[in-house]
T-cell receptor, first 108, second 116 residues
Framework: AQRVTQPEKLLSVFKGAPVELKCNYS??????LFWYVQYSRQRLQLLLR??SRESIKGFTADLNKGETSFHLKKPFAQEEDSAMYYC??????????FGTGTSLTVIP | GAVVSQHPSRVICKSGTSVKIECRSL??????MFWYRQFPKQSLMLMAT?????????EQGVEKDKFLINHASLTLSTLTVTSAHPEDSSFYIC????????????FGEGSRLTVL
């Protein structure tokens, strides 16, 4: 069965410090992974997807199949990055399964 | 981006009554919509996949007769919580895709159900 694990519920970093939000997955097929973000009082929205190999708002994420991980990274955190981050896996039936989320707080 | 709208955003009902939540894709057609449930400080739990013109596909452990899903048109899916009980109180969120190949989900604003 598919599973997405985000081990950190809360994460606080200082502005300008590097940040890494961890995500591990369990899936028998070839995974397609995403990071979604929810800013305060806003709805969930896509941040980035692994197949695009893009950097959005300074964030990057690399799929590591050996470690079954898809950690989200940013070298220099900004205050506006404070939000709830969800790692998600797209299953074979096109359903999306979400991790429990990590609440990131960037301290000024 | 695409817009998904839910209504109502908040609803309070008495135990034993039924509540309907609507999910609309405003500027695109969605053959598939997804319904999620979110408990406080917890993740989104996929409840079911709503398919236009056919039966919804429910995730394991989700009661089909309890959570009725109807996807009668390409822009509207409804979730009806039947005979609601206090334990059904939760935040219900729907989402849809514009393009199945891109994989991006667009989310509604969510509907908070409180059952007294």
């Amino acid at each position: 069965a598919q599973r997405v694990t985000q081990p950190e519920k809360l994460l606080s970093v200082f502005k300008g410090a590097p940040v890494e939000l961890k995500c591990n997955y369990s899936y028998s097929g070839s995974p397609e992974l995403f990071w979604y973000v929810q800013y305060s009082r806003q709805r969930l929205q896509l941040l980035l997807r692994h197949i695009s190999r893009e950097s959005i708002k300074g964030f990057t994420a690399d799929l590591n199949k050996g470690e079954t991980s898809f950690h989200l990274k940013k070298p220099f955190a900004q205050e506006e990055d404070s939000a709830m981050y969800y790692c998600a896996l797209r299953g074979a039936g096109n359903q999306f399964y979400f991790g429990t989320g990590t609440s990131l707080t960037v301290i000024p | 981006g695409a817009v998904v709208s839910q209504h109502p955003s908040r609803v309070i009902c008495k135990s034993g009554t039924s509540v309907k939540i609507e999910c609309r894709s405003l500027d695109f057609q969605a053959t598939t919509m997804f319904w999620y449930r979110q408990f406080p400080k917890q993740s989104l739990m996929l409840m079911a996949t709503s398919n236009e013109g056919s039966k919804a596909t429910y995730e394991q452990g989700v009661e089909k007769d309890k959570f009725l899903i109807n996807h009668a048109s390409l822009t509207l899916s409804t979730l009806t919580v039947t005979s609601a009980h206090p334990e059904d109180s939760s935040f219900y969120i729907c989402s849809a895709r514009t393009d199945p190949n891109t994989g991006e989900l667009f989310f509604g604003e969510g509907s908070r159900l409180t059952v007294l």
